[in-house]
């Protein structure tokens, strides 16, 4: 049986990125011979992103609109169980709309998953992002040191992207999921305690070529980010 992955790309206020976005699955659902799906999420834009995004009539891509935006995660798991409730899927994976995760990075985690998936063991995939700037290397570090100290366990790159998952384990970590940028640790420690195989590659990090990003705008940011992070990962 042929495997079918889906990627759900959560979109807020990325009105002038949507063109390449699109572009870029086109090329990858090419490249997958078809059996590569995109759920594209407006995420509460306040912009013309999901009036672009409603428009898109291609039978490999899906529609899920939120109107108010109360966190990524949250968008990530919208897109998610519109997924599962298709029921066509043995994958399902999740990455950013910036594109600062390079596309061809989903086929390669598609290709990772369906290599492991001779057995009815559980699988996580998750990127290693590199070619990143000095202090995104330090924060991701002692980011990876906190978590791995709080859970008891090995854990690196806590957000790395993409992800993908199994279908006989996306429940298990959807269940009680955050709202917010946690979204990503929280899945990566449920997967870890739900005795999955975890499987880690490397994925040149980008730069955004368009568009902005809504939160990251300077060291005060990341520094709320990290506080954010210690304080959801303890609760976790």
Known sequence: MIEKTVFVIPCYNEEDN???????????????????????V???????TGNLLSKIDNSNFYFVNIDKNIGMG?????????????????????????LQIPPKSLIKASKLIISNSHSSEKIYIRGRRKNR????????FLMACYTSLVKRGLYYDITG?????????INDILIGAPSGFAFDVFTYIKA??????????????????????SWNTGIKSKINMCKYYIK???RI
């Open 161 to 169: 992207l993409p992800a993908l998952v199994s279908k006989n384990l």
């Open 232 to 234: 959801e990962i303890w």
């Open 133 to 140: 700037n000095s202090f995104d290397i330090v924060f991701t």
């Open 74 to 98: 949250n968008g990530i798991l919208k897109g998610l169980e519109y997924a599962i409730n298709l029921n066509k899927y043995q994958n399902y994976g999740w990455t950013h709309a910036d």
């Open 42 to 48: 407006n995420n509460g834009s306040q912009d013309s």
């Open 192 to 213: 870890k305690k739900a005795g999955a195989k975890i499987i880690r590659f490397n994925v040149n990090f980008g730069k955004r070529l368009k568009g902005k990003s």
């Open 18 to 40: 949507i063109e390449n976005l699109i572009n870029s699955c086109n090329n990858l659902v090419k490249q997958s011979n078809n059996n590569i799906d995109f759920i594209l």
